[in-house]
Each structure stands twice: as C-alpha cells, then as structure tokens.
C-alpha cells in the first residue's frame, strides 16, 4: 500500500534490522476490525492520533509504529471505509505504553497503549485516507503462513529434543525410547508437523505465483499451530518432571506456542472462514 517513496524511505531500513511496532487491535475491536474507534485528525501537515489500543508488542524497543486509525467517521453500509494506515516514529511521550504480564512470548514485550494527540506526518500515511483494509489485505496471507512455519520449526526442535532425552534416560534397564507407549505419540506429532509443511509449501507458492491463497494459509495457520502444540505436549510428557521445569527449555516453547491458535487470529475465526470461502457455507457473524 506504501507509495515508491515510502518505500525507498523504510524498506532499507527494515532490510537493516530497524524494529517496528503494530497498533491494531482495540478493546472493542479485535477481529472486526471496522469497529475501531482511536481516531487520527488531520491538523495541517500532520495528523494527531488520540485513543487506546491493546496487546501491542515491541513498544519497548521499536524504532517505528504503524498505527491502524479511524479518519474519517463509521459507514455501516462500507464498514472498511474511513480506516487508515499512519507511520508514526518511536519513542514519543504522547504514548504511554502499560506492559501486561503474560502466560509466554516474553522475549516481546505486550501492551495497552494509550496516544495523546501523537502526531504523524501526512506523508506517512500508507495508501491514503481509508486504503488500509486493501493494504493490510495484502500481508494478511503471508503472515499466516509465516507463522505456520516457525510453528513447523519449533515443533519439530521439541521433537528432537524428546527423542534425545528418551534414548539417554534409561529405566528397568532399556531406554525409554524402546518404549511404543513413547514412540507412538511422538511419530503421530511428527505426521502432523508435515502435513502442516506441505500447506505451508502450498500457501507460499501460490502467493509467489500471485495467486489466491487465503483458504490455503488458514489451513496452514491452523494445521500447524495445533501440531505445534501436540509436538511441544508430548515432549513435555516425554520428559516428565524434567519437561515441566524450566531448565529443560522445553516447557517454555509450551507456553509461547499457545498464542498461535489466539493470534494474529483464532482458531474460530479461521474456521469461520474456511467454513465460508473453502466450504461455500453462510457467513457465521
């Protein structure tokens, strides 16, 4: 959604490893994302934003924010009109960032944000007044399927990581690894994390060929986190008491993982829409 300048102007920077934050959802707008309210009012060469947004990561550390804002007032009849995307600089003191204590992920920090008339220039507005559904609609795949992938790579780490355990641990004399009661769960976690791969390798072609490929990156989004948690279950299971301690660095992976079937979308909201654009079934909300 980004102008040739706009681009010149950040993607280099990200390419260099510069930080950005993301500030969408709201306390009253999560997956509707037509609901949101925080407002950005013009004022001369700038827009002031004013309003809350919550669950925002990386404010501690992040160089720039792209901000979801309301500039102009509700539609019901276009519920995406009047949605736009700003680029704001960090740090600013109009943000007040209040950090939550989180059940996993903690290597990002979470947040609800508050802005206070923060300004941001008009040549930072990303595809116009209200283009941020279009251009938010062009990452949206990507990012499902990208997430799939680490869901893949950390299942499969946690795999490995149970099959080394199971073959040194030994009781009764033998390994436990000689055990089916072991074998079995972890084969069947195995199964499930290539099978996530091949929609993964599905999605990501078909984006590459600029073809639709919605339906296939919510199969992938939901297929892999499910697997992911399996695979990091049985390796806790595998371990026993050692899985459930922290020095194991396995239970850890437990607790990040979890997020995946809640964000960037639930678990309902996918099937929601698998159920409609794969199925051809009513729309459900």
């Known amino acids: 959604g980004g102008s040739e300048e706009q681009k010149q102007k950040y993607i280099p920077k990200l390419i260099g490893g510069e930080l950005w934050s993301g500030a969408f959802t709201e306390p009253d707008a ?13 004022d001369g ?3 002031k934003i004013k309003g809350q947004k919550v669950f925002i990561s990386n404010i501690a550390n992040a160089d720039r ?14 519920r995406t009109a009047g949605v736009s995307l700003l680029v704001g600089d960090l740090p600013s003191d109009k943000i007040e960032a ?3 204590k989180k059940m996993g992920s903690n290597f990002m920090d979470t947040n609800a944000v508050f802005f206070d008339d923060f300004e941001v220039p008009v040549e930072n507005l990303l595809g116009g007044e209200g283009g941020a559904w279009k251009a938010l609609y062009g990452v949206l795949n990507p990012e499902r399927f990208v997430i799939a992938a680490g869901c893949i790579g950390t299942g499969n780490y946690l ?28 084969a069947e976690a195995r199964i499930q994390l290539e099978v996530a791969r091949l929609k993964v390798f599905e999605a990501a072609w078909l984006y590459d060929q600029g073809r639709e490929c919605g339906v296939q990156s919510a199969h992938a989004k ?14 806790i299971q595998t371990l026993g008491g050692a899985g459930y301690i922290s020095e194991s660095g396995v239970e850890r992976h437990y607790r990040n993982l979890r997020l995946n ?7 309902e909201m996918t099937l929601n829409y698998i159920a409609q654009h794969d199925l051809g079934m009513p729309r459900s909300y």
Not at 170 to 180: L, M, R
Not at 222 to 235: G, M, N, Q, T, V
């Open 65 to 78: 924010i792209v901000i979801l804002a309301r500039t102009s007032p509700y539609d019901p009849k276009n």
């Open 261 to 267: 079937r809640i964000a960037p979308v639930t678990d």
């Open 30 to 42: 999560g997956s509707n994302v037509s609901q949101i309210r925080l407002e950005a009012k013009r």
């Open 98 to 100: 209040r950090p939550f």
């Open 45 to 47: 060469d700038v827009y």
């Open 222 to 235: 939901y297929a892999a986190s499910h697997a992911a948690l399996f695979a990091a279950d049985r390796a």
């Open 159 to 186: 795999i490995k990581k149970a099959v080394e355990y199971a073959g040194e641990r030994s009781v009764w004399g033998k390994p436990i690894a000689t055990h089916q009661g072991l074998q079995f769960p972890l």
